[in-house]
Each structure stands twice: as structure tokens, then as C-alpha cells.
């Protein structure tokens, strides 16, 4: 497994690119590419943003994961050639809601665009722009803002307005549940009594035959077995660990 590198930029370094940004001072960014060449010139060119201070340079996945460990980044650029790029984004997207995700290289194609705004991307720089657009948009991106062509735009507004008209599956009875009924209803599933529920919740046992009854109500059962077989989990009676 490649180490990550990590390159910092002196503080009296001149800033080569003004513009106002989302991200605080002395904040780090990672580049992710399996071309090594040009995970060290991206870099190179970020550290001229006048807020990043730092980059971490990563040439698989395994060790981006292990940099966003160590110091989470306020930019993660990622090249779009990599392969399951688009999966790492999503992951991103879902599991470190303060990186801004940013994909380098995409073609401003439909398809391309929309596969990787989906995937939940910040905004992209595309394959055609010099090093001094790459910085700006960055900056715009940061911002909050995402330059585009027109088309793309429209592009994006349909696929907004289409996802918009799909009809959405109704709720279904476990959907309806409060968090602490919710986990009546897991302790329901593994086949606790009353009792058990209300020590493992440390509730009283009028309390937890009381959230039962309402897990009931809302699975539409009356008994616990309906309710287990509503939800669709099977029966795993679990060990009160407490005890042990």
C-alpha cells in the first residue's frame, strides 16, 4: 500500500489565485489519482488556494481512507478516471457531509455529468479547462456555485423535474415508528419479553408494554409474531451481554 504524501505550503508563500471561499484558513485538501505524475501537479496547483495549506496526495483508495482518518480535508478532488471514483464520491457524499467533493476531468457530456452529480459530487472541473479555470472554478465551487454550460443546466433541471413526478411509495408501518419504538420493535424481532425489553432499555415494565402496544398498532398486529413477520427479520434471541 502507497503512503500518503503530504505536502504543506509555506505561510509566507504569495497567493496566486484571490477569491472568497466557503472553507477556513489552514485547512487541507486530498487529491486522489492512480497516476502519480498528476496526483503531484494537482497538488501543486491546489496549495495555490490561498486558504489550503496543505494536501495530502493518495494514489489508491485504501490510503485516501486512511489520510480522511488522520485529518479529514475540507476538498477532496478526485481524478475521474480512476476506477469506482464514483463509488468512493457516493461514500463521501454519505459518510463526511463537510468534504467538498470535487471530480477533475469530467466531460461535459449528459451522461458523464449527471453520473457524477448523482454520485454526489460538489461540483466538477471539466476536461477542458486551463489550470487557471481549474482554480477559479474550485473557488466558485466553494462558493457554492457550479459554472455550466446551458445545456447541462437543462440537463440538470429535467432530470430535477423528472425525479420530481415519480410517484413515491407510501410509508410503510415500521417508517411510522418513533426512534425509541424502533428499537422495541429490533428488541421485539429478537425475541425479548416485556421484561427483557424494559431492562435492556432500562424502562420500567409498564413502559415497555406500553411502546410494545404501539408497535402493534402501528405494524397493524396483534400479536408479536405479526409483527415479526411484517418487518421481515427473523427471530434471533440475543444474550443479555449485561449479565455476562
Known amino acids: 500500500m502507497d503512503a500518503v504524501t503530504n505536502d504543506v505550503r509555506p505561510r509566507t508563500e504569495p497567493d496566486k489565485w484571490r477569491g472568497t471561499s466557503t ?15 498528476l496526483c503531484d501537479c494537482i497538488t501543486d496547483i491546489i496549495l495555490q488556494l490561498p486558504d489550503v495549506v496543505s ?28 476506477p469506482r471514483g464514483k463509488e468512493i464520491a457516493t461514500h463521501i457524499y454519505r459518510t463526511h457531509t463537510a468534504i467538498h467533493v470535487i471530480a477533475l476531468g469530467v466531460r461535459e457530456t449528459d451522461d458523464d455529468v449527471l453520473a457524477w452529480v448523482e454520485a454526489g459530487i460538489a461540483g466538477y472541473v471539466p ?23 446551458a445545456r447541462i443546466a437543462g440537463t440538470l433541471l429535467r ?20 426512534k425509541r419504538e424502533q428499537e422495541v420493535l429490533n428488541l421485539v424481532n429478537e425475541g425479548l419479553s416485556n421484561k427483557d425489553i424494559a431492562r435492556r432499555l432500562r424502562i420500567s415494565l409498564s413502559t415497555a408494554k406500553t411502546h410494545v402496544h404501539h408497535v402493534l398498532g402501528k405494524m397493524r398486529a396483534t400479536r408479536r409474531a405479526t409483527v415479526i413477520a411484517v418487518s421481515g427479520v427473523s427471530v434471533r434471541r440475543q444474550p443479555d451481554t449485561h449479565l455476562l
Not at 477556513?24 to 492512480?34: E, G, H, I, K, M
Not at 494536501?55 to 480512476?82: G, K, Q
Not at 489550470?131 to 474550485?138: P, S
Open 23 to 37: 472553507i477556513r484558513p489552514t485547512q487541507t485538501a486530498l487529491v486522489l489519482s492512480d497516476v502519480r505524475f
Open 55 to 82: 494536501c495530502d496526495r493518495a494514489n489508491t483508495i485504501e490510503t485516501a481512507m486512511v489520510s480522511i482518518a488522520a485529518n479529514e480535508p475540507a476538498i477532496m478532488l478526485i481524478d475521474v478516471a480512476l
Open 127 to 149: 476536461n477542458t479547462s486551463s489550470v487557471k479555470d481549474m482554480l477559479a472554478l474550485i473557488g466558485q465551487i466553494l462558493r457554492g456555485e457550479q459554472p455550466c454550460t
Open 159 to 178: 432530470r430535477i423535474s423528472e425525479t420530481s413526478r415519480r410517484p413515491q411509495p407510501p410509508a410503510g408501518p415500521a417508517e411510522m415508528l418513533t
